[in-house]
């Protein structure tokens, strides 16, 4: 730009202004309306006196020639296209893109309303005024997508354009595009399925522009700030692009709301894995109780009606292995009737966990007694002292707290 500017201008036509002089200053540095009012001098609307008093006459203006450029087939020449839309002011936004677009179309329809010359041709156009309808903003869009395929594959478009296929060493050769109305469009494998035309063969949207992550933008918050499958699924009911879905997560990872609102995910420290878990022992030694009901069975084989069982389910903490036995009901008395099976077949265990079930607390209530019983001076005698010293000892996990017995 400084290159543009020294080129069209002459050295003598700048001069220096101090910068108490300078009004520019005041306002690009920040200034109150108060204080722009209770100022002395005019700013901007006269010459300031530095200026008025080192005026010098001006030079005649010298006019620029106009250069024709003829070009031919052997001359090399890059044509650089202006992109419309990074000029726009409101480019940021997809809804005042589009609908000054679609302004634009119609001013261009109006102006062709009245010429002569598209009269003669036997065209007729109706002029268009009032608010703008939704086919106007759907022809804006797509005047838009048009400029965007057209800066962004120059060439491709020509060669569709030209001979109906894409370059041999393009981007679009492994997609089999085609141009409709003056689009580019993909061809699917759904042509033949009975949906619309832009889900059978979706228009084509550079990545390459930025204004596809508007679209993108666009359609997330439309969606009320949607997550990414919504975003896609939404998008390719009209377009198709490429690397969608790694697009898609850069817009919604730069969208200030859901960043403020994205829950972030507890961190929750991992308790210690129980000692009997981790210590080798013998099996069964620490075991694991539980119940599991109801299951219906036959008493006999030549029983006609099924009774109601439950299963005890014992597992050892050291080994993983289970053991299964049948319980006629939930009672204590059951359960004790389950626990003196399984330790005359796996041995007496040191401690059994279990939950805080009635049967079995008031299985512990009674093997309790019992061992009271066995340790009383009447009963004392050798055998029973061994029994009692080897005694089974209960312990039941907080209430109502089932990730305690994870294992069983």
């Known amino acids: 730009m400084n290159n543009v500017i020294q080129s069209l201008t002459n050295s003598r036509d700048w001069h220096y202004i101090p910068a108490d002089q300078n009004p520019a200053d005041n306002v690009s540095r920040g200034i109150s309306v108060r204080k722009l009012l209770n100022m002395k001098r005019e700013m901007g609307l006269h010459a300031t006196p530095y200026v008025l008093q080192n005026r010098q006459p001006a030079e005649p203006h010298v006019a620029f020639p106009m250069t024709t450029v003829s070009s031919s087939a052997n001359d090399n020449i890059t044509i ?22 679609a302004f634009l179309q119609r001013t261009m329809n109006n102006f062709m309303s009245k010429s002569a010359i598209i009269r003669g041709r036997g065209i007729i156009r109706e002029s ?24 962004s594959y120059p060439e491709e478009f020509a060669h569709l354009e030209d001979n109906g296929v894409p370059t041999k060493q393009g981007p679009l050769q492994h997609l089999s595009p085609f141009i409709e109305d003056g689009l580019i469009r993909i061809v699917g494998r759904l042509r033949l399925a009975d949906l619309p035309q832009n889900q059978r063969s979706p228009i084509l949207i550079p990545r390459e522009h930025f204004f596809g992550k508007i679209m993108l933008d666009h359609i997330h918050r439309r969606n009320l700030h949607a997550g990414m499958d919504t975003i896609i699924a939404d998008f390719q ?8 879905r790694k697009t898609a997560k850069a817009v919604i990872n730069k969208c200030i709301l859901c960043a403020r609102a994205r829950p972030r995910k507890l961190q929750q420290q991992m308790g210690q894995i129980p000692r ?11 075991t694991g109780v539980d119940l599991c009901d109801p299951f219906q069975i036959l008493p006999s084989p030549r029983a006609k009606t099924t009774m109601t069982v439950c299963v005890c389910i014992f597992i050892c903490f050291s080994t993983k292995a289970v053991h299964l036995e049948k319980a006629e009901n939930q009672s204590a008395d059951a359960s004790i009737s389950a626990i003196m099976r399984f330790t005359s077949l796996r041995g007496r265990p040191e401690v059994i966990y279990s939950d805080n079930g009635r049967n ?42 089932p990730n305690f017995g994870g294992l069983w």
């Open 360 to 401: 079995f607390v008031g299985a512990s209530r009674e093997l309790t007694e019992l061992r009271k019983i066995y340790n009383d001076e009447n009963f004392q005698n050798k055998l029973v002292e061994i029994a009692s010293d080897k005694g089974i000892n209960f312990f039941f996990i907080p209430p109502r707290s």
């Open 128 to 151: 268009l005024n009032g608010p703008i309808t939704a086919s106007e903003l759907e022809a804006g869009e797509r005047l838009i997508i048009k400029h965007l395929q057209r800066l």
């Open 276 to 286: 009997a878990r981790v210590t080798p022992s013998p099996t069964f030694a620490h």
């Open 80 to 101: 650089e296209a202006d992109d419309l839309i990074a000029r726009y002011h409101h480019h940021s936004s997809f809804r005042r893109t589009r609908k000054h677009f």
């Open 237 to 244: 009911q009209y377009y198709w692009m490429r690397n969608l």
